[in-house]
C-alpha cells in the first residue's frame, strides 16, 4: 500500500459546519469569525448545506451574493470549504407549488413541510429543481480555488413510499426476477396465500398491509439502497460536469440502518462521517471507545483509504436524552482517536451556535458569548495547535491483519426473523463485543461486509451470519482453505439472500468448512445464563464463562470440541469447535458469550498467528493502541479512555509528534491521555 492523501494534502484538516446565512443581519460576524477560526488553525469550513432558502428565496430568483462573499474570504484567510449542494433542506415556497416533493410514509401518508431530509428521492420535479441549483452551484464554485471537495447534501436518509417510489419499486423487482414465477418462489408467497398475479400487485412494505414476506422487506431495503444512491448520482453528475476533478462525498452516519453503505460507498469519492459518542454516560469509557473506534474501521474500510471526520461535537450534543459534556482532556482524545483510525480531517458541527430553533443549545466552538476564552474553544484551538504536528500522517494506511465483519444487509434479515430470540436480539451489540476484545488487545481491524475479500487477513470474524450472501460460503472455504482463521458463531448460516432457510442443516453451506451440524437452538431469558468452559488444554483456562441469550446445539461432524455447556438438558454439548480444513482452521462458538470469554479466546488465537500490537502491550482494560503507517514511518497512537493513570513500557525509542522528543521506557499515560508517536521504518 501507499500514501493516499485525499486531496494532495500534507496536513490534517481542521473545521467545522459553518452556517453563515443565519447571521446575515450581523455583518460584523464573519470577521470575527475569521480571525477565531485561524486561532484555531482552522483549514476547512463546510458551508452551504442548509442555504437554499437564502440562495434561492423565490423559485428562479437566486442570489449567491453572500456564498461568494464567504468562500472568498475564508479563502484569503487560508481556510477552504467543503461546499454542500443544498438538498438536504428544501425550501417552503418548493414545497407548496410541488407537493409531490413531499415525502409519503410507509402508511401512506404524505407529509407537511417542515424538518429535514425528507424529500422524495424519486421525485421529478425534486431531481429538476436540485439540479438547478447545484448546476448553479457548480457554475460558480467548481473551479474557485477555496472549494476542497463537494458535500453533497446532508446525512441522506429514511424512505418513501408515494406511488412513484412503488412504481421504481416494482421496475427494481421486475429486473431483478424478470418473472412473477421467480418472485413468487423467492418470496414463497403461497404462505398464507399471498402469492402475486403480476408485478402490478406489488406494494412496498406497510404496516396496514404487506410486513410478513421477509424476501420483500429485504428488496425494498435493497431499493432504497438503490434509489438514494440513483438521487445521489443525480446530484454528483451534475457537479462533476463543471469539474470532473472536484471529488465528491455526503456525510454517512453511525452503523447506519437505512442503507447498504458498501454499496453506497461505491459511488463517494472519499467518505466522510457524522461521529457523537456517548462519552461519560456509563462508568466507563470502555464501551464507548471500542464502540466509536468500530465505527471509524468501518468509515476507513469502506473504501480502504483515509475518511473524513466531517462532524462531531466539540463538547456535547442536545438531542440525546442528556447533554454530558466532554470532559478535560476528551476532547483531544477523541479527537485523535479518529485520527488513529484513519481520519484526514477533523471536523465539528458547529462553528457557531445558532440563535433560535432547535439546535441552540447544541455545542459549538464559538458560544452565545461569542469568544473563544471558554473552555470549549480553547480545547479546539489547542487541538488545532496539535495538529499542525501531524501532518506526516496525512494520507497513511491501516495494515490490519484482522477483519470483523458487520454486515447491514444481514442486519436486516436478523432484525425481521421471527425468532429465536424476538426481545434484545441485537446483531451490532454481538458484534461489537469480539471488536471490544480486538480494541483492548490494541490490534487494527478493518471492519467489512460479506461482498469484501479476504485475501489479505489472517483471520476474520464473522459472528450471527445468519443470511449468507455474495457467494460467501466459497469465499470462506477458500480462505481457511488457504491457511485463514475463520471464526463463527450461533445463529450463523440460517437463510439464503432471499431470506429463504437452508435446506439438509444449519449453517447450510458453511457446514463442511465448520465440520458441525447444528440441530436446535435454545433462546434464554434476559436473567439467565448457562455456563462454558474449556476442555481443550489448548486454551489454557479454567474459568468458567457465562453465556447468554442463544444457545446453539451442534454436532461435530470433522470438528473437534474445545469447551462446552455446564447446565441443563444440554450440559457436555460443543460450546466451541474448531475444524482444521486445507491449511487453516474454522472456530464455532455456541452462545453469546461474556466479554471475558472473548479476550481470552481471541487473545490465544492472535497468539498463535503472531499478531499483536507493535508494543506488545496486552491490556483488557479501556487502554488501545492503534498505527497507522506509510513508506518510512510507522505513527503510534496510545489512547488511554481509562479514568485512572495507566503505566506502559516501550519496547523501542520512538520520536514523540507532541514534543519532538524521543521517548523510550516505562511512561504513565494520565487519564484520557494519549500519545502519538513515530517510530521510522
Ligand atoms: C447531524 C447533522 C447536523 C446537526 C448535528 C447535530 O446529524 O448533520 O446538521 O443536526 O447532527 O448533532
Redo the contacts with the bound molecule.
Keep these: 500500500m501507499t500514501t493516499n492523501t485525499l486531496f494532495n494534502q500534507n496536513i490534517i484538516f481542521h473545521g467545522a459546519?459553518y452556517n453563515p446565512e443565519q447571521w446575515l443581519d450581523y455583518p460584523d460576524i464573519l470577521e470575527k469569525d475569521i480571525q477565531m477560526m485561524k486561532e484555531c488553525n482552522c483549514t476547512v469550513m463546510s458551508v452551504g448545506?442548509f442555504s437554499w432558502s437564502v440562495l434561492e428565496k423565490q423559485e428562479g430568483d437566486f442570489d449567491f451574493s453572500f456564498l461568494e462573499n464567504v468562500i472568498n474570504k475564508l479563502y484569503e484567510n487560508g481556510i477552504k470549504v467543503f461546499l454542500a449542494t443544498p438538498s438536504g433542506a428544501r425550501p417552503q415556497w418548493l414545497a407548496q407549488k410541488y407537493p409531490e416533493v413531499l415525502r409519503v410514509d410507509r402508511n401512506r401518508v404524505r407529509q407537511l413541510f417542515g424538518k429535514r431530509h425528507n424529500h422524495c428521492p424519486s421525485s421529478t420535479i425534486y431531481r429538476q429543481k436540485v439540479a438547478i441549483i447545484n448546476e448553479q452551484l457548480a457554475k460558480r464554485f467548481a473551479h474557485h480555488p477555496g472549494v476542497l471537495a463537494w458535500h453533497i447534501s446532508?446525512?441522506y436518509g429514511g424512505e418513501c413510499h408515494c406511488p412513484l417510489c412503488q412504481e421504481k419499486f416494482r421496475e427494481f423487482l421486475k429486473d431483478k426476477y424478470k418473472s412473477i414465477d421467480n418472485l413468487n418462489k423467492a418470496y414463497w408467497s403461497t404462505f398464507w396465500s399471498h402469492s402475486y398475479n403480476d408485478f402490478e400487485q406489488i406494494q412496498s412494505p406497510s404496516d396496514i398491509g404487506e410486513s410478513d414476506v421477509h424476501a420483500l422487506n429485504l428488496d425494498w431495503k435493497r431499493f432504497t439502497t438503490k434509489n438514494v444512491i440513483d438521487f445521489f448520482e443525480h446530484e454528483k453528475s451534475v457537479v462533476k460536469k463543471f469539474n470532473p476533478n472536484l471529488k465528491v462525498t455526503t456525510?454517512f452516519?453511525e452503523f447506519f440502518y437505512d442503507y447498504d453503505y458498501f454499496e453506497f460507498a461505491k459511488s463517494l469519492d472519499f467518505i466522510s462521517w457524522?461521529s457523537?459518542p456517548k462519552w461519560h454516560f456509563y462508568k466507563d469509557e470502555k464501551y464507548t471507545a471500542s464502540y466509536t473506534a468500530m465505527n471509524h474501521d468501518l468509515m476507513r474500510s469502506y473504501k480502504m483509504q483515509p475518511f473524513v471526520l466531517m462532524?462531531s461535537?466539540p463538547s456535547s450534543?442536545n438531542?440525546r436524552e442528556l447533554s454530558v459534556l466532554k470532559k478535560p482532556k476528551m476532547h483531544r482524545l477523541s479527537s485523535i482517536q479518529a485520527l488513529a483510525h484513519g481520519a484526514d480531517s477533523i471536523q465539528y458541527?458547529?462553528w457557531r451556535k445558532s440563535r433560535g430553533s432547535s439546535?441552540k443549545l447544541?455545542g459549538a466552538v464559538v458560544d452565545h458569548v461569542g469568544h473563544i476564552q471558554t473552555r470549549v474553544g480553547q480545547d479546539v484551538k489547542n487541538l488545532g495547535l496539535d495538529l499542525l504536528k501531524y501532518g506526516p500522517i496525512a494520507g497513511s494506511y491501516t495494515n490490519s491483519k484482522v477483519a470483523l465483519v458487520f454486515d447491514t444487509q444481514n442486519r436486516w434479515a436478523i432484525d425481521d426473523c421471527q425468532g429465536p430470540r424476538n426481545m434484545g436480539f441485537d446483531y451490532l451489540k454481538m458484534t461489537h463485543s469480539i471488536y471490544q476484545a480486538l480494541w483492548s488487545l490494541g490490534i487494527n481491524v478493518d471492519v467489512i461486509d460479506q461482498s469484501c475479500i479476504l485475501d489479505k487477513y489472517k483471520i476474520v470474524f464473522a459472528p450471527v451470519n445468519y443470511m449468507l450472501r455474495d457467494n460467501w460460503a466459497n469465499k470462506v472455504e477458500s480462505f481457511v482453505k488457504q491457511g485463514g482463521f475463520y471464526v463463527s458463531s450461533y445463529f450463523s448460516g440460517y437463510v439464503d439472500e432471499n431470506d429463504l432457510c437452508y435446506l439438509g442443516g444449519f449453517p447450510g453451506p458453511l457446514k463442511d468448512v465448520l465440520g458441525i451440524w447444528e440441530e436446535e437452538i435454545d433462546s434464554l431469558p434476559d436473567d439467565e445464563y448457562n455456563l462454558v468452559q474449556f476442555s481443550s488444554k489448548d486454551f489454557n483456562y479454567t474459568k468458567e464463562y457465562k453465556a447468554r441469550e442463544l444457545c446453539s446445539l451442534i454436532h461435530t461432524t470433522t470438528a473437534k470440541s474445545l469447551a462446552y455447556f455446564k447446565c441443563d438438558f444440554y450440559k457436555n454439548y460443543c460450546a466451541v469447535s474448531v475444524n482444521e480444513y486445507g491449511k487453516g482452521r474454522a472456530y464455532h462458538i455456541s452462545s453469546y458469550m461474556e466479554d471475558d470469554f472473548y479476550y481470552d479466546f481471541i487473545s490465544t488465537l492472535l497468539d498463535e498467528l503472531k499478531i499483536h500490537n507493535i508494543l506488545g502491550i496486552k491490556s483488557n482494560d479501556a487502554l488501545h493502541i492503534q498505527t497507522r503507517e506509510n513508506e518510512q514511518s510507522i505513527f503510534v497512537f496510545v489512547q488511554n479512555f481509562n479514568n485512572y493513570p495507566k503505566d506502559i513500557m516501550l519496547n523501542d525509542k520512538y520520536l514523540s509528534l507532541d514534543t519532538n522528543n524521543t521517548i523510550e521506557g516505562g511512561i504513565t499515560l494520565e487519564p484520557y491521555e494519549v500519545l502519538v508517536l513515530k517510530k521510522d521504518k
Design positions: 459546519d448545506i446532508n446525512e456525510n452516519m457524522d457523537y462532524e461535537t450534543t438531542w458541527f458547529q439546535e447544541h
